[in-house]
């Protein structure tokens, strides 16, 4: 440190306050120094410290007061927490005097003088004042100067070249608008359902469908395939930026597709609104149309599986019925032929017939033999052969109920035959209910298919604008600048923020 003091140096130099020093000023007695330090009310805290202080530079005193006073002669304010002379001073008492004790830091030589504070008068303040207000006008200058430019370089150029772009390069864009409605048809079906039929609420699901096939690549390659998309807008005459290169591939063509065409739905109103963008009006029209008609067809096919589906379904039913008829009738023809029987009804009441007639003549024959058996001596031919006719006609009639109930080996009983017709014609019939109830569904199924379900009802027609929609230079130009702006600001944000963490 070339301004540390010496070892010896109490940082006085060369004067001295002794009453018998030749230079400086004469000293007080001690013993006025001491009354005036006692005058002080100094605690005992503080007069403690002043003796521990005394004690560490070998000064020997009779009491605090003049510990306090010899300290002072010396240089050293022992109430000062900031002195060096009391925070830093080491050694203890020596012999030696002052030679002997180190005192750091050392701030000044022995012999050496600090340079006094320099003075100024008015005009020289007056003329400091001046110089530093001329060099904080100066930094302002420089620093607002080097806003600008960096607002001239980040802001102002890139605004000046995006406006250039809209006002003079950028090719004139053609939007031709079109609305429209998907409806539902209206059912003869009652109920919950009826509520919400023709309502937007049961057409929503097919406008977000018909919007989303119309943003779709499908309706994108549809609509180059017809109309030629990609070899439009690879025109020459078209700027760079919203040109397409002849040899783009389908997805290049496809984000330029998704710029061109805008499409949204409103599920307030269930309409669907388009708008199509191109250089020329008559083509922008021309894409409208294709696109609204890649839409009624997409709303066509909505329903047509439905439809299919329910015809197939009821076509297999009646066809199905149509056989089971077929094979009940069959069966009731090869029980007729089996059984020999044409109407098992008419072969019953043909056969009870027979019976009662043959018990009306077992009941005369009886009541014959009874009157013959009544004589006393009655004739014995006449009554063998009574008995013989008694006999044959209950055989007979035996006979008869046996095949109307029992049967035989060889053939069943009518009663059997009457059953399995029966059985035959019920099954018939009820294949033939079924026949019906399935060709009426068959017929709404091919009523319901022929009829339109959806339509796409259209609000407003596409018509070719006359004069350019886009580019929005002005709006496109501000919107510009104020992206630039935000980024600029955003960007000396963060740099000040970093900056300022990496000072700190």
Excluded: C
């Excluded at 609509?223 to 690879?234: I, M, V």
């Excluded at 006393?376 to 035996?398: C, F, Y």
Aim: aromatic letters at 6%; glycine letters at 6%.
């Amino acid at each position: 440190m070339p301004f540390a003091p010496g070892s010896n140096d109490d940082g006085f130099g060369d004067m001295s306050f002794r009453p018998d020093a030749g230079g400086g000023k004469p000293a007080r007695p001690l013993t006025e120094e001491v009354a005036a330090v006692r005058e002080e009310g100094l605690s005992a805290r503080q007069l403690r410290t002043a003796r521990r202080l005394a004690v560490k530079n070998g000064i020997t005193a009779a009491d605090d007061f003049e510990a306090v006073a010899l300290l002072r002669r010396k240089g050293i304010d022992p109430f000062n927490a900031s002195s060096p002379a009391l925070s830093l001073v080491k050694g203890t008492p020596d012999d030696a005097g002052d030679e002997a004790r180190v005192q750091l830091p050392q701030t000044v030589r022995k012999g050496e003088q600090l340079p006094a504070p320099q003075t100024y008068g008015e005009a020289q303040r007056a003329q400091e004042i001046i110089r530093i207000q001329q060099d904080i006008v100066r930094r302002r200058r420089r620093n607002f100067m080097m806003l600008m430019a960096r607002l001239a370089v980040f802001v102002i150029l890139p605004t000046i070249v995006a406006g250039y772009y809209y006002f003079a390069v950028a090719t004139p864009m053609y939007a031709t608008r079109s609305e429209f409605v998907i409806q539902q048809a209206e059912g003869q079906s009652g109920g919950l359902g009826s509520l919400f039929r023709g309502t937007q609420f049961a057409t929503s699901q097919d406008s977000i469908t018909v919007q989303s096939y119309l943003q779709s690549r499908d309706a994108m390659l549809r609509l180059d395939q017809d109309l030629g998309f990609k070899a439009h807008f690879s025109e020459p005459d078209i700027d760079p930026i919203q040109r397409l290169d002849p040899g783009a591939t389908n997805e290049e063509a496809y984000r330029l597709y998704k710029k061109t065409v805008k499409i949204g739905y409103d599920p307030t109103e269930g309409i669907i609104k388009m708008e199509v963008i191109a250089p020329d009006p008559a083509i922008s029209e021309a894409f409208s149309q294709a696109l609204l008609r890649y839409a009624e067809d997409q709303v066509d096919n909505l329903t047509q599986r439905l439809r299919a589906d329910q015809m197939t379904g009821a076509r297999d039913s009646f066809t199905d019925a149509e056989a089971k008829v077929t094979a009940a009738q069959t069966r009731i023809l090869d029980l007729q032929q089996q059984l020999g029987v044409l109407d098992p009804m008419s072969e019953s009441s043909s056969a009870m017939g027979q019976i009662s007639t043959f018990e009306v003549e077992l009941q005369k024959k009886r009541l014959e033999l009874q009157q013959l058996l009544d004589n006393a001596r009655p004739n014995t031919a006449r009554v063998e052969g009574t008995k013989g006719d008694i006999a044959r006609l209950e055989t007979l009639i035996g006979d008869l109920r046996n095949r109307l109930t029992v049967g035989s080996e060889d053939a069943a009983s009518l009663a059997q035959i009457t059953g399995q017709l029966r059985i035959a014609e019920s099954e018939l019939e009820t294949r033939q209910q079924l026949l019906a109830q399935a060709m009426a569904q068959l017929e709404t199924a091919r009523i319901e298919a022929n009829r339109q379900v959806r339509y796409l009802s259209l609000g407003v027609s596409p018509v070719a604008p006359d004069e350019a929609t886009y580019p929005k230079a002005f709006q496109n130009t501000l919107l510009a600048f104020l992206i630039f702006a935000g980024i600029y600001l955003m960007l000396s944000l963060t740099a000040s923020i970093l900056r300022e963490q990496v000072t700190a």
